[in-house]
């Protein structure tokens, strides 16, 4: 079995309990004396001392919540957790003295690893709701079910689910060098692995072969699977993939990508310790960051 490396945003720490999402249920779950919630105030995390700050979910009751409501994420254990979008601003709670709202992006180098999975499961569902608040189907508004994990239209009674995209991000090696592209928005001298999203019809490995061609004019092969991470951006799973380059000749496809190199292992050793400046390397809670170490400590 492949090496899986510990991945921000997963850990699995919650159980969803699918089947205990009535009415009834979600009551007695607030009303848990071990119930927490945290809360998202317009897409940022209410953080107290590098932590996400977790109250009691009844003290939001009679708040002003968006849409949908209080969302159940599941349970940790026997402590329900549950999260609140806040619609007023947050000095309206009464515990926030020296709290800060800080964006997913900036917690995710710092927040304990099951916080963070809390946060970027919440984020991932807030933002599925604020985008489908219409039935796809027929067009009427839908309600939010289950807690808030999925929704139904009253019209047409379609069920709708989350939606994940899958990506493939694409470790591409040809001898001791591997490929980096940066995008044309990218900070300057940033450097990381090639990524698209999976066009319907295809497989995870057809759509590595056609998006390195597309981004580089790379032929690659021999496409291998190594691990994945959700990736809350809105709501990718991001599916990291090796494979080999059968030429190096780099054609760029400037729409997609700013320029893309071949950097050797010695180079990217060198990046990731510090020791060279050759590139920008991908965060530490990042897909690529990670194919990168496994493939520097093969
Ligand atoms: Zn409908």
Redesign the pocket.
Same mark, same amino acid.
């Given at each position: 079995m492949t090496f899986t490396p510990p991945m921000a945003f997963a850990g699995a720490p919650l159980d969803l309990v699918e089947n205990e999402r009535s009415e009834a249920d979600l009551t007695a779950f607030a009303k848990a004396r071990k119930a927490r919630a945290l809360i998202m105030h317009h897409g940022q995390f209410l953080t107290k001392n590098g932590e996400l700050v977790m109250i009691a979910p009844m003290k939001m009751v009679g708040k002003n919540i968006y849409d949908p409501g209080p969302l159940f994420l599941g349970l940790d254990g026997n402590a329900p957790i549950f999260a609140f979008s806040f619609a007023d601003p947050v000095e309206a709670l009464d515990m926030t003295n020296n709290a800060n709202l800080e964006p997913l992006r900036g917690l995710a180098a710092k927040l304990d690893p099951k916080q963070l999975a809390l946060a970027g499961r919440a984020k991932s569902l807030f933002d599925w709701h604020r985008a489908h608040k219409f @039935?796809s %189907? @027929?067009? %009427?508004q839908?309600y939010v079910t289950n807690g808030g994990v999925t929704r139904k @239209?009253p019209? @047409?009674e379609?069920d709708h689910f989350p939606r994940v995209n899958p990506v493939v991000i694409m470790l591409v090696l040809h001898g001791d060098k591997c490929l980096l592209g940066r995008g044309p928005q990218w900070p300057e001298g940033a450097y990381s692995c090639l990524a698209g999203f999976v066009s319907p019809g295809e497989t995870m490995e057809e759509a590595c072969v056609r998006e390195v061609f597309e981004e580089v004019g790379v032929t690659v092969q021999d496409m291998e699977y190594r691990f994945s991470q959700p990736w809350p951006f809105p709501s990718q799973l991001m599916m990291g993939l090796s494979c080999q380059a059968t030429n190096t000749d780099i054609t760029l496809d400037n729409k997609e990508i700013a320029d893309a190199q071949w950097f050797s292992k010695e180079t990217v050793r060198g990046v990731f310790n510090g020791t060279d400046t050759a590139f920008l390397c991908p965060p530490a809670f990042t897909i690529a960051h990670q194919l990168l170490q496994t493939w520097l400590d093969d």
């Open positions: @039935c %189907n @027929c067009g %009427n839908s @239209c019209s @047409c379609t």
